[in-house]
């Protein structure tokens, strides 16, 4: 049985957007592994750092290329517990992932929703690991702000 597996990485991904949820965030996380290692976490912060562009996806790829000393993670994989924006999905073009995992869809502002090729034509992308609870936690976190 191999240890690191997507649920592995997923959980520590859903770690992180607990991280966010506690803080008042949005709760979607983040991990960038390269060779079965975390090379970088990161969840969203767009509320602590007054930043639209403040996204788990965009901390954990600026983490990850200054880990690497690289603009380019073509040997990496980003664990994500939410679709990525159509931004996010922009941003792993240009560094070049070489896989994307995500948990659940985001059907109003999912990079899914555009017809046209937005990651690399190289990315391998996964979809729906753990969707679950990705899901449950953004759902928890949207109820609770409607209160």
């Known amino acids: 049985m191999e240890l690191y597996t997507d649920e592995y990485f997923m959980r520590e991904a859903i770690k992180e957007a607990g991280k966010a949820l506690d803080s008042g965030e ?4 983040a991990v960038v592994v390269c060779m079965n290692r975390i090379i970088a976490r990161a969840h969203n912060q767009t509320e602590k750092l007054t930043d ?6 965009m901390l954990a790829i600026t983490a990850a ?3 690497l000393g690289s603009k ?7 664990y994500v517990t939410l679709e990525p924006c159509v931004m996010c999905a922009g ?10 995992v ?7 502002r999912g990079f899914t929703l555009v017809n046209a090729p937005l990651l690399h034509p190289k990315t391998e992308l996964v979809r729906g690991v753990k969707a679950d609870e ?5 759902d928890s976190f949207f109820k609770e702000l409607r209160k």
Do not use: M, R
């Not at 949005?26 to 996380?29: A, L, Q, R």
């Not at 380019?72 to 980003?78: A, G, K, M, Q, S």
């Not at 995500?102 to 109003?108: C, I, M, R, Y």
């Not at 990705?134 to 953004?138: E, H, T, V, Y």
């Open 72 to 78: 380019y993670l073509n040997e990496c994989t980003l």
């Open 134 to 138: 990705s899901k449950s936690l953004i």
């Open 26 to 29: 949005v709760p979607v996380g």
């Open 91 to 100: 941003a792993l073009h240009w560094v070049q992932l070489h896989k994307l």
């Open 102 to 108: 995500f948990g659940a869809s985001d059907v109003q």
């Open 52 to 57: 639209a562009t403040a996204h788990a996806e």
């Open 65 to 67: 290329s200054n880990h």
